[in-house]
């Protein structure tokens, strides 16, 4: 069965500082892989997706991430993180039997100045 | 485009009574999602629906969660009778085509207390 694990449920990280978030999931074949974002009192909004092709997507708010098939890892990173990207941010697969989503449990930033 | 509206934003009720949360999706979306989210559990897929059709309910707790989907622009969700552990915050969600390869959007959920 697809699974995702975020290990990290907490990091802190400066303002200017970069950031890396961990995702390892588990599918069985070429998984969707998305990373959203939530901030407190909101619903979840769309960073970045993979489907295929180039390994290294881009997202909004200048985050980005790493498809590595070999590790099953789809870590998001910032070269410079702002106060503003405090929020939790929850890795997603796709592609199960009933073609749903798995999310993880998600890894709550927080940013000190 | 206004997103995907939930309501109501909160909702307080005392253990028994019927809770209806409520939705309207995107327009022209044709995939729509209830989530339950707690701190214990995390993001959990209650059921999911295609052209108004439930695709997967696997997710719905027990036989007092049900949801419908009349047409294409509303769907709701019903705990009848609620009980103190049903508190969670509750999000719908649409997309413009399958759950497994289609980006979703979210609404601001609806945080459900029951006492």
């Known amino acids: 069965a697809q699974s995702v694990t975020q290990p990290d449920i907490h990091i802190t990280v400066s303002e200017g500082a970069s950031l890396e978030l961990r995702c390892n999931y588990s599918y069985g074949a070429t998984p969707y892989l998305f990373w959203y974002v939530q901030s407190p009192g909101q619903g979840l909004q769309l960073l970045l997706k993979y489907f295929s092709g180039d390994t290294l997507v881009q997202g909004i708010k200048g985050f980005e991430a790493e498809f590595k098939r070999s590790q099953s890892s789809f870590n998001l990173r910032k070269p410079s993180v702002h106060w503003s990207d405090a929020a939790e941010y929850f890795c997603a697969v796709g592609g199960g039997s009933q073609g749903n989503l798995i999310f993880g449990k998600g890894t709550k930033l927080s940013v000190k100045p | 485009d206004a997103g995907v509206i939930q309501s109501p934003r909160h909702e307080v009720t005392e253990m028994g009574q019927e809770v209806t949360l409520r939705c309207k999706p995107i327009?022209?979306?044709?995939?729509l999602f209830w989530y339950r989210q707690t701190m214990m559990r995390g993001l959990e897929l209650l059921i999911y629906f295609n052209n108004n059709v439930p695709i997967d309910d696997s997710g719905m707790p027990e036989d007092r969660f049900s949801a419908k989907m009349p047409n294409a622009s509303f769907s709701t969700l019903k705990i009848q009778p609620s009980e103190p552990r049903d508190s969670a915050v509750y999000f719908c969600?649409?997309?413009?085509?399958?759950?497994?390869?289609?980006?979703?959007?979210f609404g601001n959920g609806t945080r459900l207390t029951v006492t």
């Open positions: 327009s022209g979306h044709n995939s």
């Open positions: 969600a649409s997309s413009g085509g399958q759950a497994y390869n289609s980006p979703l959007h």
